[in-house]
């Protein structure tokens, strides 16, 4: 029984029914705490530290004192994460099912 109790999940009335607790899209900000939810890497989920995440005050600092360069900001590394873990693998599939759909088509 004490086991079912840690491990059955649980409903809070007040992430359920307000928007700005649903925070689950990559780089949208945190309404107080201005910390960027970054994607990670699952292969090292384990030395994630989520106070380390970049603030938007940070990354404005960054930019600003690197030339308005992206990459050279800490998003630019939270952009490659995504880039990696996420979004080329997304590309290379829809590429090849509308090049599939194309052969059909012809």
Known sequence: DIVFA?????LDVEVSKHM???LK???????????VCV????????????????????ILNEHDSNGGKVEATAM?????VFNTTFWNALDKECREEMGAKAREAA
């Not at 840690?6 to 649980?10: D, F, T």
């Not at 949208?28 to 705490?33: F, G, L």
Request: charged residues 20%; contains cysteine.
């Open 25 to 35: 899209a990559p780089f949208c900000v945190h309404p107080k705490t201005g910390r």
């Open 6 to 10: 840690h491990v059955y999940p649980r």
């Open 20 to 22: 700005n607790h649903l």
């Open 39 to 58: 994607p990670m890497d699952p292969a090292t989920a384990a030395e994630f530290d989520p106070m380390a995440v970049p603030t938007v005050a940070q």
């Open 76 to 80: 630019g590394k939270a952009v490659d």
